[in-house]
């Protein structure tokens, strides 16, 4: 029976968009190409196998299967010291546009959809000179689990210009950010109107001014809209109260076209003990509070959906790759991994990495 090649032509083409890399080594002794190094570390990835050392492992192990389908030049695979000198040297902005175009492809968003923007450092990882974790900020698609974009930052200072930037750059207009108060900034609301957006933004100590307007008007003004939702769960029962006002101070003249004030009161009770936080909304949506229940619990689903999923299942937490780009440019092919699973019906990435593990054709049919 014939055997069955992948052509490398077609790989979105994945493989033709990572050969376009920089690539900084020296030519004199260069065995391997970038591309084919980026490839096979995905395809660990997506086994399961991480760190230097078990992607060496993969290749070993798999190293026939992948002779035969990714064809490198004289039969020669790349040894682990070779993909650790790479995933060091490869620049994590080109990744960056290169993971970018791949989501204008294959991410479909619709108008009011949410996208949560988060960052997250890795933990184990810290940088040459200034002794900091490497922080990643990501733009989440909630509703599919994907991500679109993503941005390095040095601190966590740092991330709302990175934050800033993905808005700027994302090319879907008409979505709703939501983010966490750190980015209630005007200058981001602005960002997010000039992309023809919506927002909600939950609002803290760190603009006291407009958090004591805003508990003025939950205290004094009417309830427009109500909702309330009721959950049980490992004998955890949590109620989320939502109520939304009409914008009643002209706060829109300080920050831009604010319509709505939202409430939301949850209250968690276990056997011996109740937990009640409160916090507050501003947004230029005119919706019910319905909508912003759903919508406003959605967000943590970028904890539990990318960065649990990271951390625990493709073992990002654990990982001791910590110099040059290499941190970055891995936590970047996590989150393609991740999206590659998603976008072809696997909801469960563990469960994913087990059924596919070690099948090298199939994992690289996934890529297509």
């Known amino acids: ?22 690539d900084v080594r020296r030519a004199q002794g260069k065995r391997h190409p970038l591309e084919l190094v980026i490839m096979i570390v995905i395809l660990s990835i997506m086994s399961g196998w991480d760190g230097y050392r078990a992607v060496g492992d993969f290749i070993e192990k798999n190293k026939k299967e992948l002779i035969e389908l990714l064809k490198p ?27 970018e175009r791949w989501a ?13 923007i988060d960052g997250k450092a890795i933990r184990g990882t810290l940088s040459d000179d200034e002794k900091r974790f490497v922080n990643l900020v990501s733009l989440f698609c909630v509703e599919k689990k994907q991500v679109f974009s993503m941005g390095k930052v040095d601190d966590k200072s740092n991330e709302i210009p ?22 209630c900034q005007k200058k981001t609301v602005k960002k997010i109107l000039k992309k023809d957006s919506f927002y909600v933004l939950q609002v803290k100590e760190n603009q006291e001014k407009l958090l004591k307007k805003i508990k003025f008007i939950c205290k004094y003004f009417p309830i427009i809209s109500s909702n309330i939702t009721k959950e049980k769960n490992r004998g ?47 947004t230029n949506l005119s919706e019910k509070a319905s ?12 904890e539990n959906s990318l960065h649990y999923i990271k951390d625990v299942v493709l073992n ?48 690289l049919s996934l890529l297509l």
Request: aromatic share 10%.
């Open 73 to 99: 030049k004289k039969n020669r695979l790349p040894s682990f010291s070779t993909i650790r000198r790479v995933m060091k040297s490869v620049n994590f902005d080109e990744l960056c546009v290169l993971f």
């Open 316 to 363: 990002e937490d654990r990982s001791r790759i910590r110099t040059g780009s290499a941190p970055q440019n891995m936590s970047l092919l996590r989150t393609l991994v991740i999206n590659i699973f998603r976008l072809k019906g696997y909801s469960r990435i563990k469960q994913a990495t087990r059924l596919i593990s070690g099948n090298v054709k199939l994992m």
């Open 104 to 116: 204008k492809i294959h991410i479909r968003i619709k108008e009011k959809e949410w996208i949560s």
């Open 291 to 302: 909508f912003f229940n759903k919508g406003i619990r959605g967000h943590w689903r970028i």
């Open 162 to 183: 990175k934050v800033q930037e993905l808005i700027e750059k994302f090319p879907v207009k008409k979505v709703i950010y939501r983010m966490d108060a750190m980015h």
């Open 236 to 282: 955890r029962l949590e109620k989320r109260e939502v109520c939304v006002y009409k914008e009643g101070l002209d706060l829109k003249h300080e920050w831009s076209d604010i319509k709505q004030v939202i409430k939301v009161r949850r209250t968690v009770k276990n056997k011996d003990e109740k937990s009640e936080e409160t916090a507050f909304f501003i």
């Open 1 to 22: 029976m014939k055997k069955t090649r992948i052509n490398k032509s077609n790989m979105f083409s994945l493989y033709e968009e990572f050969s376009k890399l920089s």
